[in-house]
């Protein structure tokens, strides 16, 4: 089973909500669950509370939590992604890699940034029994770490990246996989743009396969 992590927290409802009604319901062949810490309300059908304070120093805590949580009910792949990527799932689950741990790797090349990255089982066992995470340490290093010690090295996986623009609808392209840093205005412009593209494909002539093909 694959699991698509969302990490999130409860004053980033708005960038949840963009995700759920962009992207998440093209998903096949994988489960999208929403983590955050418990709340003064019951959870959502989609999301998983858990026992962990719902700031940003507290996010390797998060994390770490959440692969606890993934291990305990069986996954074997997870897609750890933040609150603001736009993904392609079809692009994102096809170009899973084979290793345990893939992502965008960081210099020295020891990690992979928590924009967002694959964990297979075996790399899930391991972080779901490390000791409980430094809060000083950013999330994806200490995933780098933790893995580093298991001998367990990142490979890179294209199209999963950061914005380095103003506007991230304009890094978006044919063999983009996860972009990072959409404000919720931002990922309906690029789910809009999407449905125009297909719009504009299929009045080219395309056949649907090709379509689909050329957007996912």
Not at 72 to 95: E, M, Y
Not at 150 to 175: A, D, H, T
Request: aromatic content about 10%; proline content about 7%.
């Amino acid at each position: 089973m694959v699991l698509i992590a969302v990490v999130t927290c409860e004053s980033r409802k708005a960038q949840a909500e963009a995700q759920r009604k962009t992207w998440v319901p093209l998903v096949q062949n994988a489960v999208v669950k929403f983590f955050l810490a418990k709340q003064n309300r019951d959870p959502l059908p989609d999301e998983v509370f858990l026992d962990v304070p719902d700031d940003y120093k507290s996010l390797p805590l998060k994390v770490q939590a959440m692969i606890q949580w993934a291990v305990a009910h069986g996954f074997q792949s997870v897609f750890k992604c933040d609150d603001d990527c736009f993904v392609f799932p079809n692009r994102l689950l096809d170009l899973k890699p084979k290793a345990e741990y893939g992502g965008n790797v960081m210099e020295p090349g020891a990690w992979c940034s928590g924009v967002g990255y694959w964990l297979g089982r075996d790399a899930l066992e391991y972080l779901a029994a490390a000791p409980r995470p430094f809060l000083a340490l950013r999330e994806d290093r200490w995933v780098g770490g933790v893995l580093a010690s298991k001998g367990i090295r990142p490979v890179q996986v294209l199209g999963i990246e950061p914005s380095n623009k103003p506007n991230p609808c304009e890094m978006l392209n044919g063999q983009s996989v996860c972009v990072a840093e959409f404000t919720p205005e931002q990922m309906w412009r690029a789910h809009r743009g999407r449905q125009g593209w297909k719009s504009r494909l299929v009045g080219s002539g395309l056949t649907s396969q090709r379509v689909a093909q050329v957007l996912d």
